[in-house]
């Protein structure tokens, strides 16, 4: 039996689990983030540490190879900013998701979506990642400290919750945080209230308020950088085996800009609630 469920099963399972609507905004976006990456020649860039991933297809009786690592990529279920696009769309009105100023017309620049959490549908979708969950038995969960994202983790890893003590570490890091600035759904609330609402995660390394956030919207550019940073991060950690909970647009840049996927079909974006086993290894090219 594998150890990690194939990239494809749980794409399926995620796809059945998606309204129309939710796929012509995941299809239309992705296409509108993919082709600009082109555009700004953010694809194929040569950076000192290859980063290169393939699916995870580990059996229970084979171990990674020296130097690599399982990092189990999650994207967070539905929020109310996605139910918003969603809702949008079906109303017939036009937006444009990647506008570098504020748009009345872009849902996701709506005032009232500050930090925004998961629907109910986004609740469901976490949880029937559980049953995965335990298979993959990480030995970390990392997570973007926006509670989107903070909310998939702990529902889908609910077997290494207890109240507010986990058993192994949950860790806040800014590194997986969605791309910043602009829209208020990608600005974090102060690490006080998080806290108070999330006592089992590790907030230690994260300034009271959001670092990242500006009144412009962060660069294609900085994005990838910052995942880059964040996989040498990772790379440095003891752990081997380890769970990150994040987001569309940033997990669009890392597959597209930073990994180098041995499977053209772990460059697409993922579906909200979506889990997607990677194997990691990373080469100096100075070596």
């Given at each position: 039996k594998p150890l990690w469920p194939k990239r494809t099963e749980l794409a399926a399972m995620a796809d059945s689990a998606q309204s129309a609507t939710a796929l012509e905004v995941l299809k239309a976006e992705g296409e509108s983030v993919r082709r600009t990456l082109q555009q700004e020649g953010l694809i194929g860039v040569r950076r000192p540490i290859r980063?290169?991933?393939?699916?995870?297809?580990?059996?229970?009786?084979?171990s990674l190879s020296e130097g690599e690592k399982a990092i189990h990529f999650v994207r967070h279920g539905q929020g109310f900013h996605n139910l918003l696009a969603e809702l949008y769309r079906e109303m017939g009105k036009t937006y444009d998701v990647l506008a570098k100023q504020h748009d009345d017309n872009n849902p996701y620049c709506r005032r009232e979506l500050v930090d925004v959490p998961l629907t109910a549908l986004g609740r469901k979708e976490a949880a029937k990642l559980q049953e995965v969950a335990q298979e993959i038995a990480?030995?970390?969960?990392?997570?973007?400290?926006?509670?989107?994202?903070?909310?998939?983790?702990?529902?889908?890893?609910?077997?290494?919750?207890?109240?507010?003590?986990?058993?192994v570490p949950f860790i806040a890091h800014e590194g997986c945080h969605e791309i910043s600035g602009l829209y208020p759904c990608d600005l974090r609330r102060s690490i006080t209230e998080m806290q108070r609402?999330?006592?089992?995660?590790?907030?230690?390394?994260?300034?009271?308020?959001?670092?990242l956030?500006?009144?412009?919207?962060?660069?294609?550019?900085?994005?990838?950088?910052?995942?880059?940073?964040?996989?040498?991060?990772?790379?440095?950690?003891?752990e081997r085996n380890i769970a990150v909970a994040t987001h569309s647009a940033w997990l669009n840049v890392l597959c597209n800009c930073v990994l180098e996927c041995a499977d053209p079909s772990l460059e697409l974006p993922f579906?909200?609630?979506?889990?997607?086993?990677?194997?990691?290894?990373?080469?100096?090219?100075?070596?």
């Open positions: 980063v290169k991933a393939r699916a995870a297809t580990a059996t229970a009786s084979q990480p030995e970390v969960v990392v997570l973007s400290p926006l509670c989107r994202a903070t909310q998939t983790a702990l529902i889908a890893f609910a077997h290494l919750v207890d109240r507010q003590s986990t058993k609402e999330f006592p089992a995660v590790d907030y230690s390394g994260i300034s009271e308020e959001d670092s956030w500006k009144e412009t919207r962060e660069s294609w550019k900085e994005l990838a950088d910052r995942a880059y940073d964040f996989m040498l991060w990772i790379r440095d950690r003891p579906h909200t609630g979506e889990l997607r086993s990677l194997i990691i290894s990373f080469e100096d090219r100075a070596a």
